[in-house]
């Protein structure tokens, strides 16, 4: 289960690593972009809640380099039932008790990420960052001249990819969910820069 969780819990901070050392064109490379979306569009992480078990699809693209046939045994020796299925995505089904922990797990993690990005020498705008329960907001609380001389706008990424999988692993509608990044200047209190997840990957 340790696995499952860890998986869960990386995947948007390695995208932000992944963004921050790679060549920045592509990000700019429109084309590219927009297949992109279309892919997460058509390979969306799914959530069943049941009466008494919660059934969590996740698309075949986040198994990309991992042996899903030990990423299921692992899972399995927990207690999860997990099947792979024809299109490469796995569905693992597990008891509500199950998923409230592997949600508390996701939340620890996503908790400690935050505090390693604040402690991290690279981001070194960043003086804070505060977030709500549902991590659908956050509030970054930077230097504004450093900032906007730095690639610390990656966190920004960062913080909305691992909002948006927490909100979804716990069953919000891919429809409603929404994370919210203020940026703030630490001097004058006053938000400059604001981005809301997904509308703003769509742009």
Do not use: W
């Not at 948006?164 to 940026?183: P, T």
């Amino acid at each position: 289960m340790k696995k499952f969780i860890l998986m869960m819990t990386v995947l948007s901070f390695t995208l932000l690593t992944g963004c921050s050392t790679s060549d920045t064109s592509k990000a700019a490379d429109k084309e590219n972009s927009e297949a992109t979306d279309q892919e997460q569009t058509n390979e969306a992480v799914e959530v069943d809640k049941g009466l008494l078990n919660v059934e969590v699809t996740l698309p075949a693209s986040m198994f990309e380099g991992e042996d899903v046939d030990a990423s299921i045994a692992e899972v399995e020796k927990e207690g999860v039932k997990a099947t792979k299925n024809e299109d490469g995505s796995v569905t693992y089904k597990m008891s509500k008790s199950k998923h409230k922990d592997m949600m508390k797990e996701l939340e620890t993690g996503i908790i400690e990420s935050v505090e390693d990005m604040k402690n991290n020498e690279d981001f070194v705008s960043i003086q804070e960052i505060k977030y709500n329960k549902s991590f659908s907001e956050f509030t970054m609380v930077v230097d504004q001249a450093t900032y906007e001389n730095s690639m610390d706008s990656f966190v920004v990424f960062g913080l909305g990819l691992s909002g948006m999988y927490y909100q979804l692993f716990n069953g919000a509608d891919s429809e409603d969910y929404r994370v919210k990044i203020m940026v703030k200047d630490q001097a004058t209190g006053e938000v400059f820069e604001e981005v809301v997840y997904p509308d703003d990957l769509e742009e």
